[in-house]
T-cell receptor, first 113, second 111 residues
Framework: NAGVTQTPKFQVLKTGQSMTLQCAQD?????MSWYRQDPGMGLRLIHY???????DQGEVPNGYNVSRSTTEDFPLRLLSAAPSQTSVYFC????????????FGPGTRLTVL | GENVEQHPSTLSVQEGDSAVIKCTYS??????FPWYKQELGKRPQLIID?????GEKKDQRIAVTLNKTAKHFSLHITETQPEDSAVYFC??????????FGAGTTVTVRA
């Protein structure tokens, strides 16, 4: 099992550009989430999904879109990048049935100029 | 929403001593309290978690205590070792997949 994978590892964008951060898991987990990590602020929930076709907003959803067409994939879209979105982004997944704790992906470091 | 406060923000301990990190939460409906360890440049990794029907849980040198009445929970690391140096995050949740995190504690173990 690869666990939770994220691509790219690093990305630099200019203000106003759009892009998609990819997240995939091969553990057949029902739940998937996106967090951003900023210095001194811990991790904050952006969006989450409880299953294919079902998504909902977290604590800081503005400027981001998600979709969940399959159990495995949960991409995060930045519609029009802003410097305030400079952060490290982590995707996580967890099972709804077996021991339910979140596995995190390796993260994507995004810089918006 | 849930608000989790974590103290201290930095902690320096002598190797072999104990380290204690404390967190408080605001939402009495929260019932799941995990602790994550994050080494520099790495992903957060779960080290221990506790649910609200348990007051204490131990795993080798790590223990977590929960006081639901006071809405606080703590991480205890005994016999600290250099490899315990990292950032530790507490979190609280009503649902396992929607975590509210504390701001983190940077632990440094001095040799």
């Amino acid at each position: 099992n690869a666990g939770v994978t994220q691509t790219p590892k690093f990305q630099v964008l200019k203000t106003g550009q759009s892009m998609t951060l990819q997240c995939a898991q091969d553990m057949n987990h029902e739940y998937m989430s996106w967090y951003r990590q900023d210095p001194g602020m811990g991790l904050r929930l952006i969006h989450y999904s409880v299953g294919a076709g079902i998504t909902d907003q977290g604590e800081v959803p503005n400027g981001y879109n998600v979709s969940r067409s399959t159990t495995e994939d949960f991409p995060l879209r930045l519609l029009s990048a802003a410097p305030s979105q400079t952060s490290v982004y982590f995707c996580a997944s967890s099972s709804g049935t077996s021991r339910r704790f979140q596995f995190f992906g390796p993260g994507t470091r995004l810089t918006v100029l | 929403g849930e608000n989790v406060e974590q103290h201290p923000s930095t902690l320096s301990v002598q190797e072999g001593d104990s380290a204690v990190i404390k967190c408080t939460y605001s939402d009495s409906a929260s019932n799941y309290f995990p602790w994550y360890k994050q080494e520099l440049g790495k992903r957060p990794q779960l080290i221990i978690d506790i649910r609200s029907n348990v007051g204490e849980k131990k795993d080798q040198r790590i223990a977590v205590t929960l006081n639901k009445t006071a809405k606080h929970f703590s991480l205890h690391i005994t016999e600290t070792q250099p490899e315990d140096s990292a950032v530790y995050f507490c979190a609280a949740s009503q649902d396992d997949y929607k975590l509210s995190f504390g701001a983190g504690t940077t632990v440094t173990v001095r040799a």
